[in-house]
């Protein structure tokens, strides 16, 4: 069965309207013989004489009348999915995002968030899930929306990427613990019994290379996969975290966080999504959100003494 050609439903539905050959073909742009031949075209496609003469005029057929109505909807609806989309009303948009996302963001920026997405789209829900790989199928297929992380260079043809803020790592250690007093020297800070967070399992980062540079060598007790893990046991022990110090504001309350004694190039937290996602407009509207909140928020402990 041949594929009926879509564009004469456009014309159809103008013949139908004015009832003219002449002042169909003047509203289309079309002159009026190319306009007969779309008449031929559509009555040959519908088996039906569509419009017929009567005196000097055209009426309609019975089957025309029956599908004036209907291709009229069917015209609008696509003029209006092929628009531009209009300006979005948060106010009335319904819809669910998910985002994934380090530990320490949601407990340092999901209640802002939260609070001012709700006052703004009550009808928006929030749904965020642990980032525990780089990789980004998730935000390919759709499953993921929006998700932050840490921009080294640039992040790839494959997905958008746009600042939220500068981070830098601190030091981190219980109340009372003895680097809580005094100068923390390299050879000081070596010293200690230290935490290495690491989402893949390495037992050596940048702080070791760091240290390296004079000569000295720290202690890693453990190793953990997340911010969280390390901070709750340099709360209860006398073990020694380093941690990002703007996304774990929240999560260092009531510990002592102090400089580094060694220099590490600070790193750049990012929103990451998908091309295909940029021009929707809900989904700019829920990046605005985000980097409002980030450039809004300090979480309790985020400058270091």
């Not at 559509?42 to 005196?55: F, K, Q």
């Not at 230290?194 to 190793?223: K, Q, Y």
């Not at 022990?237 to 380093?242: C, G, M, N, T, V």
Request: with cysteine; charged share 25%.
């Amino acid at each position: 069965m041949a594929v009926p050609d879509l564009n004469l439903l456009v014309t159809l539905d103008v013949l139908l309207a004015e009832g003219s050959v002449a002042r169909a073909a003047g509203r289309l742009g079309l002159s009026p013989s190319a306009m007969s031949r779309a008449l031929a075209r559509l009555r040959e496609t519908t088996g039906d004489p569509l419009l017929v003469r009567a005196g000097r005029g055209l009426v309609p057929t019975p089957r025309a009348l029956e599908l004036r109505e209907r291709v009229g909807r069917i015209v609008q609806d696509a003029q209006t999915a092929l628009r531009p989309q209009e300006n979005l009303d948060p106010g009335r948009l319904a819809r669910s995002f998910t985002l994934r996302v380090r530990d320490g963001f949601v407990e340092n920026f999901g209640p802002e968030l939260i609070a001012w997405i709700g006052e703004r789209a009550p009808g928006v829900r929030l749904r965020f899930v642990p980032k525990t790989d780089k990789d980004s199928a998730a935000l390919r297929d759709g499953t993921v929306d929006l998700e932050t992380g840490v921009v080294e260079g640039t992040a790839g043809p494959e997905l958008r990427a746009q600042a939220l803020f500068r981070d830098r790592f601190v030091g981190v250690v219980r109340a009372g613990h003895p680097l809580a007093r005094g100068e923390i020297t390299p050879a000081r800070y070596a010293s200690g019994r230290h935490v290495l967070v690491s989402r893949r399992g390495r037992d050596r980062g940048a702080i070791d290379d760091a240290l390296e540079a004079f000569g000295l060598r720290r202690d890693v007790a453990t190793v953990v996969g997340d911010f969280g893990t390390g901070l709750a046991l340099a709360r209860s022990s006398d073990l020694i975290a380093a941690v990002p110090e703007r996304q774990t504001g929240r999560l260092r309350a009531g510990l002592h966080s102090f400089k580094l004694p060694v220099d590490l190039p600070g790193i750049t937290v990012a929103l990451l999504w998908h091309p295909r996602m940029d021009a929707d407009p809900a989904h700019r509207w829920l990046r605005g959100c985000v980097r409002e909140v980030c450039l809004s928020t300090a979480g309790p402990g985020d400058t270091v003494r």
